[in-house]
């Protein structure tokens, strides 16, 4: 019985590196071109999300990978980045091999970064998704509070994200931002579905602060009792 080949044998003049002879020749696997596996689809598609004022100084930022691993390196990435966009009109900009989408607002400069691969408009509607959740919490209307002390009394006329605003409610800031993207990955894009879990948020909070107060009265009134016991 004949015995079967592993691979076939080249035609003759085929192939500058041949198998020996009679010995059988793997088939020969094609180089991947350089930078191929960094083009593969990921979920992680931002790089960092930052709020600059009108002088280029950080308000809010998040870094999702290490790039800039330092906060020196971040701060000088963003002053560049605050020096090639601040004086112009554009929204999107390419700079040391990241795409960066950004968007003014009266005293404010807010930019999403991604890698150079990355899709433009997926990041722009982060973008988009961030200052328009912003602004919503804005116009909660005077009188509304956040259970993290935020401004109480806002204008309702007021449409745009500013920088005193911003400053007197970071931690809403971040809870708004901590909902759109988490880690890198984007959860969200749509401004209606963030605001919703930001209100569950806070009518949780609040009802779990009330709670905590019932249980520490109800505490004080045993304690007084058995004094007077």
Same mark, same amino acid.
């Given at each position: 019985?004949?015995?079967?080949?592993?691979?076939?044998?080249?035609?003759?003049?085929?192939?500058?590196?041949?198998?020996?002879?009679?010995?059988?020749?793997?088939?020969?696997?094609?180089?991947?071109?350089?930078?191929?596996?960094?083009?593969?689809?990921?979920?992680?598609?931002?790089?960092?999300?930052?709020?600059?004022?009108?002088?280029?100084?950080?308000?809010?930022?998040?870094?999702?990978?290490?790039?800039?691993?330092?906060?020196?390196?971040?701060?000088?990435?963003?002053?560049?980045?605050?020096?090639?966009?601040?004086?112009?009109?554009?929204?999107?900009?390419?700079?040391?091999?990241?795409?960066?989408?950004?968007?003014?607002?009266?005293?404010?400069?807010?930019? *999403?970064?991604?890698?150079?691969?990355?899709?433009? /408009?997926?990041?722009? @509607? $982060?973008?988009?998704? !961030?200052?328009?959740?912003?602004?919503?919490?804005?116009?909660?209307?005077?009188?509304?509070?956040?259970?993290?002390?935020?401004?109480?009394?806002?204008?309702?006329?007021?449409?745009?994200?500013?920088?005193?605003?911003?400053?007197?409610?970071?931690?809403?800031?971040?809870?708004?931002?901590?909902?759109?993207?988490?880690?890198?990955?984007?959860?969200?894009?749509?401004?209606?579905?963030?605001?919703?879990? *930001?209100?569950?948020?806070?009518?949780?909070?609040? /009802?779990?602060?009330? @709670? $905590?107060?019932?249980? !520490?009265?109800?505490?004080?009134?045993?304690?007084?009792?058995?004094?007077?016991?």
């Amino acid at each position: 019985m004949q015995r079967p080949e592993a691979w076939p044998r080249p035609h003759p003049g085929e192939g500058a590196a041949a198998a020996p002879a009679g010995g059988p020749a793997p088939p020969a696997r094609g180089r991947e071109p350089a930078g191929l596996r960094l083009q593969e689809p990921s979920l992680y598609t931002i790089k960092a999300v930052f709020i600059l004022d009108n002088d280029g100084h950080r308000l809010l930022a998040k870094y999702y990978d290490d790039t800039f691993p330092s906060m020196k390196e971040q701060m000088a990435f963003e002053k560049n980045v605050f020096n090639k966009t601040s004086r112009t009109d554009s929204e999107i900009a390419f700079f040391g091999g990241m795409t960066i989408v950004y968007k003014s607002s009266i005293d404010l400069f807010l930019y *999403v970064v991604g890698s150079s691969y990355e899709n433009e /408009l997926m990041l722009m @509607s $982060v973008l988009t998704c !961030l200052f328009e959740s912003l602004n919503h919490v804005l116009r909660q209307g005077p009188g509304f509070s956040w259970p993290w002390g935020g401004s109480r009394a806002v204008s309702a006329f007021r449409k745009n994200v500013e920088k005193r605003w911003l400053l007197e409610n970071m931690d809403g800031a971040f809870l708004v931002l901590d909902e759109i993207v988490d880690g890198g990955v984007i959860l969200e894009s749509d401004p209606q579905q963030v605001i919703q879990k *930001v209100n569950f948020r806070a009518d949780d909070s609040g /009802l779990t602060e009330h @709670s $905590v107060a019932q249980v !520490l009265q109800s505490a004080k009134e045993q304690i007084k009792w058995s004094l007077l016991k």
